[in-house]
């Protein structure tokens, strides 16, 4: 069996991600309810990743590292954030079906690009570099343990 690596599987969860929110945006002016649907989709897995990485995924590098009260899993935490705050001012737009919701939708996406940029070229390679196949192992089964949506 493969082993799985931690900056594919994330990165693959990231352009998941991409597709569900270029197709709300892409729906939202000729089928808001569908694209509320892939809305849904990108907040809940959105939320979910982060999960991932702030209970899972960087407790490991930190204590790998000695990490814990600097570094980049701070940074990214703060970015996460960021990032929430930008998904909430999307989300009253939807709550509301109110389809001018173009410069949230840009804040979002810039936060998120630079944000992945990082994770997929900088932190994640740093982690598969640190940790143990056993680790990684832990790593998905308990990323498995988590509410996977629908």
Not at 8 to 25: C, Q
Not at 33 to 50: D, V
Request: charge should be negative; charged fraction near 35%; hydrophobic fraction near 30%.
């Amino acid at each position: 069996m493969r082993e799985k690596k931690i900056t594919p599987f994330y990165k693959h969860d990231h352009d998941e991600l991409e597709v569900y929110f270029l197709k709300f945006k892409g729906l939202k002016t000729k089928d808001y309810s569908q694209a509320k649907e892939y809305f849904k989709k990108f907040s809940f897995g959105l939320q979910r990743h982060i999960v991932w990485e702030e209970e899972i995924l960087f407790p490991l590098f930190e204590k790998k590292t000695g990490m814990d009260d600097c570094g980049p899993t701070m940074e990214m935490k703060s970015e996460h954030r960021q990032i929430g705050e930008c998904l909430q001012a999307l989300h009253k737009k939807v709550q509301r079906n109110d389809p001018d919701s173009g410069y949230e939708e840009q804040i979002l996406w810039y936060f998120l690009k630079q944000h992945n940029y990082k994770e997929e070229h900088n932190l994640y390679p740093a982690i598969d570099e640190r940790i143990s196949s056993r680790e990684q192992e832990k790593v998905f089964s308990l990323m498995q343990s988590l509410p996977q949506g629908d």
